[in-house]
């Protein structure tokens, strides 16, 4: 654990002495919904006659995060924020480091891959507390927007299972 923090020390002082522009700091702001399998989706419904939808949602969320970047494509930050799962009965606090990597792939369009690593406390649930990964693939506008699929992994026990975890979609708003 103590090398992982010295590498993100590291990458983040690198980062701070790389980028000398004006828009070398970011602030982020994700809104999420978890979504999950529906286990009835087969079940034709006796009054519509139709088939359940596929994806049910199962949660909401919210991070915010400040970190630095270099020529907006490669960026570290800190970010916390709260998850809370309605299935598993489940409020999360994580605390993590980002990694953001969004290269051009258009003249106004940028691909965004976040990788998150960090610590979760699950709220109400005494001193449960375990690893925290994020993982995160959108698309990036010109106006700073990301939408985005995230896989959220927390790693500590919880309704008979070793590790919980979430895919949520979502929406981020950038400002520099």
Request: proline share 3%.
């Amino acid at each position: 654990m103590n090398q992982s923090i010295a590498l993100i020390l590291f990458l983040f002082l690198s980062l701070s002495a790389l980028s000398q522009n004006k828009k070398s700091k970011y602030f982020q702001f994700d809104i999420t919904a978890a979504i999950r399998g529906n286990p009835d989706a087969a079940i034709v419904n006796q009054y519509t006659q139709k088939k359940g939808s596929w994806l049910i949602p199962d949660g909401l969320g919210t991070k915010i995060g400040y970190g630095i970047q270099y020529k907006e494509w490669i960026g570290l930050g800190i970010h916390t924020g709260i998850n809370w799962e309605w299935k598993d009965q489940l409020v999360v606090a994580p605390v993590f480091a980002n990694f953001k990597l969004s290269p051009k792939v258009g003249e106004d369009t940028r691909i965004t891959l976040q990788l998150g690593y960090g610590k979760a406390l699950a709220i109400g649930r005494g001193s449960l507390m375990g690893d925290y990964k994020k993982v995160s693939l959108g698309i990036q506008t010109i106006d700073d927007i990301i939408i985005f699929i995230e896989l959220n992994h927390y790693s500590f026990p919880i309704n008979n299972q070793k590790d919980s975890g979430n895919i949520s979609l979502g929406i981020s708003l950038l400002t520099f």
